[in-house]
């Protein structure tokens, strides 16, 4: 058997453990720049909060109903989810805990017997709870797909089920299956679902009992058959390894307010070679090719903006290498010519690409200098890593950081700054 833990509406549950006033109110969280509701409260839902829409449609509903709005708080959800992870790891073994996002996780369960798999579910969500204050709901089944049928219906009447749903007989899999339509299933995306209540196949149930060849021809090849397979118990989603090898490492973000200066340009760009340098060497890569882009903010019709064209530039490096000085001078460069003076700038980005395994690299008359730059490199990962937030950088960067990403409702982040601990008076 395995098993799917899911934190509860996860950004807010974060506010909410360190704010007791908000426990039984309405709360939402904010995406980058406060654009967009990415997480609400189940309070929040009942009223008609909907998920994913702009901030400003929402905000008359928002502030009828005193609801408590928060800009997203990375540090903080980051460091809860850490510590969620490191108690499930606890409880149930290191190796039998497979990461699936920064608040889900599948657990291996083939070692519990049937009858101690209640008792198991409900210890994980208590001891959850009680060492992090964060509330998760528990699937339990066969498969991943069947996991996380079981999930959506042990978050869906909470009440009834206490946050936990097993299943665990014929029976429970066919009346959770039928309760299922098939846009809730794990891996139907809005496309699947409208092609697939177009033929008739309005449950999981109707899917689980098509052809696996149908599946495969109109449901994205292998991918769909297995689906199919998974929805009847036959588990063909394997354990997925964690990527170490990607081709290609990209740092882009939105300005919190459009800049015009050739200085706030660089910094953001400086930043984001930091960041990109910074994962390369996390996967022990080294790069050939940095490219860099901004995106114009232009005027439309009146006094509407739209984006105006992407411009890019990109430069093939001498050598691949991952240290974040040898990056950004060659960054800079590029931001100096594509930068145009009059115009607004809204977005930027950096790409590194043609990533080689740094051992590959071949070795010179300046291996023993390139060694020093490794240890620098990895001195101030590590204490940035410790610290957060870019607590050394390099001065390209900047500090006043007039673009950076608006936050005007973060909270504190508590677990991570001694200036922002929270206080208990």
């Known amino acids: 058997m395995r098993a799917v833990v899911d934190c509860n509406s996860f950004y807010c549950s974060c506010e909410k453990v360190f704010r007791p006033d908000l426990w039984k109110r309405p709360v939402v969280v904010l995406s980058n720049n406060d654009g967009c509701i990415i997480s609400r409260s189940d309070e929040a839902k009942k009223i008609g909060i909907g998920m994913a829409g702009p901030y400003f449609l929402a905000k008359p509903l928002i502030e009828k109903h005193h609801v408590e709005t928060f800009s997203s708080n990375y540090h903080l959800y980051g ?70 049928v079981a999930n959506h219906l042990a978050k869906k009447n909470k009440a009834e089920t206490n946050c936990v749903y097993i299943l665990d007989t014929p029976d429970k899999i066919y009346e959770a299956l039928q309760k299922t339509e098939v846009n809730d299933i794990w891996g139907v995306g809005r496309k699947y679902a409208v092609k697939l209540m177009d033929n008739g196949i309005a449950t999981a149930w109707d899917l689980s009992r098509i052809p696996e060849e149908w599946a495969s021809r109109h449901l994205g090849g292998v991918i769909g058959a297995r689906l199919i397979r998974e929805l009847n118990g036959k588990e063909s989603i394997k354990t997925d390894k964690p990527l170490v090898n990607k081709k290609m490492i990209a740092t882009t973000r939105m300005f919190g307010d459009a800049v015009s200066n050739l200085r706030d340009i660089k910094e953001a760009i400086a930043t984001y070679t930091s960041r990109a340098a910074e994962k390369l060497r996390r996967q022990q890569g080294a790069a050939n090719v940095i490219s860099i882009f901004v995106v114009p903010k232009e005027k439309a019709n009146g006094p509407r903006f739209s984006h105006g064209p992407m411009l890019s530039s990109s430069v093939v490096l001498s050598k691949a290498t991952a240290d974040t000085k040898e990056l950004i001078k060659p960054a800079l460069l590029m931001a100096e010519k594509l930068f145009e003076d009059g115009r607004l700038y809204k977005k930027a980005g950096v790409i590194l690409s043609g990533i080689v395994p740094d051992e590959s690299i071949q070795g010179n008359l300046f291996t023993a200098r390139r060694n020093e730059s490794r240890l620098l490199m990895d001195t101030i990962d590590n204490v940035n890593f410790s610290m957060r937030d870019d607590v050394v950088k390099f001065a390209a960067a900047g500090t006043a950081k007039n673009w950076k990403m608006r936050q005007e409702l973060r909270s504190p982040r508590y677990t991570t700054r001694w200036d922002e601990i929270f206080n208990v008076s």
Not at 83 to 105: F, P, Q
Not at 117 to 139: F, H, N
């Open 79 to 148: 460091d809860m989810s850490r510590r969620v992870m490191d108690t499930l790891r606890n409880i149930i073994g290191e190796d039998r805990v497979e990461v699936y996002s920064v608040d889900e996780a599948f657990l291996d369960l083939s070692h519990i017997p049937a009858d101690q798999l209640k008792e198991l579910a409900d210890a994980l969500r208590d001891t959850v709870y009680q060492w992090t204050g964060i509330e998760v709901s528990v699937g339990i089944a066969t498969t991943k797909t069947l996991c996380k």
